[in-house]
């Protein structure tokens, strides 16, 4: 587990950094002076503290320090690892010194280190030294949670799970573990959680499961939307397991028949990563779930939702209506929120002025102002959305409409010339329509209220290294699914015992598809005349809409998905011909 303080951007000494910054454009005077204050009451760096702030990223941080330092920099994010680089410089000196090698030329007896303080005498000696007097080092200038991250990723866990796991069952201590950690001797139930919790993390896993069985402990983790079983530990462990869970998420500890909710914040890989902590007492004992909050993760560009030019098109004609409401529908785990906080992201602006309602907050961003609404609340979506209303919005978000009294409020804001952004829990966009009619909300009020909905699931990709090619045969069940226009092209499917590099699964990250219906003055007719769900489709399909399994199969003829993966997260049956 990674403790180190992130993102120690030294100032220069020649060129004042706020100086350059103000020249440059990136901030304004005000935020020179907050963080100023920031900075005398932290002790961080001004650098440090424009960037906790929020006031400039850390790219547009690196490349202004690289410009007053005279520095080349270097991003890490997507760098891979040279061993002989990693071979020079050991895991507890580039800890310390928050230096990541990065290439080792044997030719030139080259060395490339990553560092936030390329100008540090102390470090620079102690390195040099290190690796010999014949090597020569060339700095490059990287942020610290980068630099940090790589160490995580490339030198191997903080923490050994095995070691800690062996030594709680043996009572001999783990040494391995110990030397790679920086934080001296902790008790080893303390290693283990943080280790599980750091490994999850690494892993892409979504939730962490921990499931007491009669005599064992199953540990499990989500990745990409399906559970798989990592550990097994003996009973008797779980106790003691429990009662740090318990601690570390701010539960009461005594109490272990009813739920029990709480969070959790760990510094991982150089970033801060949340986790969602839920406790339900269960005939075993007490299940314990960790939803992974990892804003990195969570929070996709605009541009990177993985959208076809036709349906970024329709999402950019739906967001710049000034009043009415986008629905996002879809089941529980579908990406709803990860869209939402895109669009958002992408609205985000000094001009406008958002305001949100959730159950609760999972990532905080700069300039929206977010509300948590939670059974220890005093207030709920439809008093919330009131209140809101009363705080000058341009945009507002609300987490879920669930029943009338929400449903009702959101098209009171969106009638009094606000964009309100909201989730419905619906199969399909179309049949999100007879959903808010079974809420309660009358059709005349419907139509010409709503800009448009999406409705999106989440499929996997399947694994670039091992997928295994399929061509599209006559009287195949592709060739039906497809259409005889692409027989003879090469589709995939997962190779049966995946591979090392997806983790012998055959599938590796996920990506959404998604269905987007743009309301018009006809559906709105169609809909105040109470028109069926097969006409509203009919229309809709007529005016070029694209429907989820269209859009999911068009993922499978780019050979990203496969047929089996569509099917599993949207009916396809339809589509064949018997």
Not at 189 to 211: N, P, T, Y
Not at 525 to 544: D, K, M, N
Request: hydrophobic share 40%; with cysteine; net charge neutral.
């Amino acid at each position: 587990m990674t403790t180190a303080v992130p993102a120690a951007f030294v100032p220069p000494t020649r060129v004042r950094l706020g100086d350059h910054l103000l020249a440059l454009g990136l901030v304004s005077t005000d935020q020179i002076q907050i963080a100023l204050l920031e900075q005398q009451r932290s002790g961080r760096h001004l650098g440090d503290a424009l960037v906790a702030l929020g006031f400039v990223t850390e790219d547009a941080m690196r490349e202004a320090l690289g410009e007053t330092l005279g520095q080349q920099t270097i991003q890490l994010r997507n760098i891979l690892a040279d061993p002989q680089a990693l071979k020079r410089l050991p895991k507890a000196t580039a800890s310390r010194f928050q230096v990541f090698p990065v290439s080792y030329s044997a030719d030139a007896k080259e060395l490339v280190l990553a560092s936030p303080k390329p100008n540090d005498i102390i470090a620079s000696d102690q390195i040099r030294a290190q690796v010999g007097l014949g090597v020569k080092i060339v700095w490059r200038l990287a942020s610290a949670a980068e630099v940090l991250a790589a160490i995580d990723q490339f030198y191997g866990y903080e923490l050994s799970i095995d070691g800690t796991i062996h030594e709680i069952e043996t009572g001999q201590m783990d040494m391995a573990a110990l030397t790679q950690g920086q934080g001296g001797y902790s008790h080893p139930v303390v290693r283990l959680i943080d280790g599980l919790l750091a490994d999850g993390v690494h892993k892409l896993a979504s939730d962490i499961h921990f499931e007491p069985e009669g005599q064992f402990l199953r540990i499990r983790y989500r990745i990409d939307g399906v559970l798989r079983q990592v550990r097994v530990l003996h009973g008797r462990y779980w106790s003691a397991m429990l009662v740090r869970l318990k601690l570390i998420a701010g539960m009461n500890i005594a109490e272990s028949r009813a739920p029990q909710d709480g969070r959790v914040s760990l510094s991982i890989g150089g970033r801060t990563v949340d986790f969602r902590a839920a406790c339900q007492p269960t005939i075993h004992g007490e299940n314990f779930v960790l939803r992974i909050l990892d804003a990195k993760r969570g929070i996709v560009n605009f541009d990177q939702l993985g959208l076809t030019r036709q349906q970024y098109d329709i999402l950019e004609l739906m967001l710049a209506r000034p009043e009415g409401i986008i629905l996002v529908t879809g089941p529980t785990g579908s990406g709803k929120t990860t869209t939402l906080y895109s669009i958002l992201s992408h609205m985000n602006k000094e001009s406008v002025n958002i305001m949100t309602l959730e159950d609760p907050v999972e990532y905080p961003i700069t300039r929206i102002r977010q509300t948590s609404i939670s059974d220890g609340s005093k207030i709920d979506f439809s008093e919330g959305i009131r209140s809101l209303m009363r705080q000058d919005p341009d945009i507002i978000l609300v987490g879920e409409v669930r029943d009338k009294d929400t449903a009702e409020m959101a098209f009171r804001a969106a009638m009094t010339g606000h964009q309100v952004f909201s989730t419905l829990h619906t199969n399909s966009a179309i049949r999100s329509i007879p959903r808010l009619k079974d809420l309660g909300v009358a059709p005349d009020v419907i139509a010409g209220n709503i800009i448009g909905i999406s409705a999106q699931r989440l499929i996997r990709r399947l694994c670039a290294h091992c997928r295994e090619p399929l061509e599209v045969k006559e009287g195949s069940t592709a060739v039906q699914l497809l259409g005889p226009a692409h027989m003879g092209k090469t589709i995939y499917r997962a190779h049966a015992g995946g591979c090392e590099a997806c983790d012998f699964q055959g599938y590796k990250g996920r990506l959404a598809i998604m269905e987007l219906l743009r309301m018009d003055s006809a559906l709105d007719e169609l809909i105040t005349r109470h028109a069926s769900l097969g006409e509203l489709t009919g229309y809709a399909l007529s005016r070029g809409f694209t429907p989820l399994a269209e859009d999911g199969l068009r993922r499978v003829l780019e050979g990203i998905t496969c047929i089996e993966e569509v099917g599993r997260v949207v009916d396809l049956t339809a589509r064949l011909r018997h």
